[in-house]
């Protein structure tokens, strides 16, 4: 099974400062089609996971751009580039090329300092 | 617009079985395949399970397999899952969530706490 390893776990991060989220697989994740099925979600609190990111850059319709994917191979980031308050919450990678299963990263928490 | 409306959670004792469902709708559901994938409470998110479009291929999470069966009626819009010989480890939030080449739409969950 592919391990996905998110940090940091928690993300302490002042308004309008950048931020931004690892995510490591332990296998590469180029399908045999040549897409990378790396993606990222949002889960505010007590809210079910919003898709944000796909295939590690395309951004979902009516997420702002603020929120950027990149990446390749084993390592992907997301980043924030000025955090808002409505940012807050649980981020969560998850890979889709080599399935079953298909895993998820830790999640990762942000917060307001 | 998508939506994915589960149902069926409750409160089990350990050794027995629950049925959720989950109904869809804002999209041509037989055309897509759908995932099972839950979240313990206050932990990450678990993939459970997955069916194709027409239902004829699923595979589970080694954790669930013998004891979990996904299906669905593209019939009625529907999604199943049928959870059997539960257990506490079990308890989480389930959701319904769609598949398009990537996991993309889910639903709101149901709670399934199993317990004595």
């Known amino acids: 099974d592919v391990v996905m390893t998110q940090s940091p776990l928690s993300l302490p991060v002042t308004l309008g400062q950048p931020a931004s989220i690892s995510c490591r697989s332990s296998?590469?994740?180029?399908?045999?089609?040549?897409?990378?099925?790396l993606t990222w979600f949002q889960q505010r609190p007590g809210q079910s996971p919003r898709r944000l990111i796909y295939?590690?850059?395309k951004r979902d319709s009516g997420v702002p751009d603020r929120f950027s994917g990149s990446g390749s191979g084993t390592d992907f980031t997301l980043t924030i580039s000025r955090v808002e308050a409505e940012d807050v919450g649980i981020y969560h990678c998850m890979q889709g090329t080599h399935w079953p299963p298909w895993t998820f990263g830790q999640g990762t928490k942000v917060e307001i300092k | 617009e998508v939506q994915l409306v589960e149902s069926g959670g409750g409160l089990v004792q350990p050794g027995g079985s629950l049925r959720l469902s989950c109904a869809a709708s804002?999209?041509?559901?037989?055309?897509?395949?759908m995932q099972w994938v839950r979240q313990a409470p206050g932990k990450g998110l678990e993939w459970v399970s997955h069916i194709t479009g027409d239902g004829g291929g699923t595979t589970y999470a080694d954790s669930v397999r013998g004891r979990f069966t996904i299906s669905r009626d593209n019939a009625k819009n529907t999604l199943y899952l049928q959870m059997n010989s539960l257990r506490v480890e079990d308890t989480a939030v389930y959701y319904c969530?769609?598949?398009?080449?990537?996991?993309?739409?889910w639903g709101q969950g149901t709670l399934v706490t199993v317990s004595s």
């Open positions: 296998q590469n994740l180029v399908h045999s089609d040549g897409t990378t099925y």
């Open positions: 804002g999209f041509t559901f037989s055309t897509y395949w």
């Open positions: 969530v769609r598949d398009n080449f990537g996991v993309d739409f």
């Open positions: 295939q590690v850059s």
